[in-house]
């Protein structure tokens, strides 16, 4: 775990920090901290008016803080000097239970109390617009059935290799990238984790492939359903149990119909 975040700050050539949480809505939020700054912050945390995005509050409440976990940090690829912190919402020294990454944790820590560690993996689907977001930026992308489109995927390879090269550097592994069922929408994968790890990793790539296709000219949304007519965006996600050093799978027992566990059978 980094916990001297300005030594490693100082290490790495970082100037700022991106303090972040997601709300209820998966919309990011976030406050820009001077490297300077950061350690007062990793102990505090980033002070945020909760209500003022998407979280169940109102302006009677208190001011909501933003704890940033240091072993989440990342360097942003397209920019050096700057790193993105995940945050735990707090507020009057208690967790904000609503906040999405709270309840994440909330829910590792009951599965370690009977001895389960969770990992995850994501299939996030997005769409490649122009920047006013009212069309597929790619005009020749419009093929009766886009899925695995060779030349279309080809054509914003610019900005798919880019967001596949970081992740790579990231040391993500990434596997694979495909142009999927409706015109201007890709799939990017890249190798299961922890649960909190990936759902980390899955809010930076949103960040991420928005920055990289902005600085193409282009704009990525998630949305859903953002066109009537073309298949929407979904994020296919991969659960598996296991024991807690990671050894044993929890779902798989081999003397059971399919090879499923009563206690897989029970999840499904």
């Not at 001011?63 to 707090?90: F, H, R, Y």
């Not at 649960?195 to 980390?200: E, I, N, P």
Request: net charge negative; proline share 5%; with cysteine.
């Amino acid at each position: 775990m980094t916990k001297d975040l300005a030594a490693w700050a100082a290490e790495k050539g970082v100037k700022y920090f991106m303090v972040s949480y997601t709300d209820l809505f998966g919309g990011q939020r976030a406050k820009l901290v001077p490297a300077q700054a950061i350690n007062d912050m990793a102990v505090d945390g980033a002070g945020f008016a909760g209500f003022a995005t998407w979280l169940d509050l109102t302006p009677a409440h208190p001011d909501m803080m933003a704890v940033p976990d240091p072993s989440s940090v990342i360097q942003l690829p397209w920019k050096k000097e700057v790193a993105w912190l995940a945050s735990n919402c707090v507020m009057e020294g208690a967790p904000v239970a609503q906040a999405p990454r709270n309840v994440l944790r909330k829910l590792i820590d009951e599965a370690a109390t009977e001895g389960l560690r969770v990992k995850t993996g994501v299939e996030p689907e997005f769409f490649l617009l122009t920047p006013a977001g009212d069309k597929v930026a790619d005009p020749y992308d419009n093929a009766e059935k886009p899925c695995y489109d060779q030349q279309a995927v080809m054509r914003q390879y610019d900005v798919i290799s880019e967001v596949c090269d970081y992740m790579l550097e990231l040391g993500w592994e990434a596997y694979q990238n495909d142009h999927e069922d409706a015109t201007g929408q890709f799939e990017m994968n890249w190798k299961y984790d922890d649960a909190l790890q990936t759902a980390d990793k899955h809010s930076f790539f949103k960040f991420m492939m928005r920055s990289v296709a902005e600085k193409h000219g282009l704009r990525a949304t998630f949305m859903p359903k953002p066109f009537k007519g073309l298949t929407g965006s979904g994020c296919h996600a991969h659960i598996s149990v296991w024991s807690l050093d990671g050894t044993e799978n929890a779902f798989a027992d081999s003397s059971k119909e399919l090879g499923l566990s009563d206690r897989g059978r029970t999840f499904l």
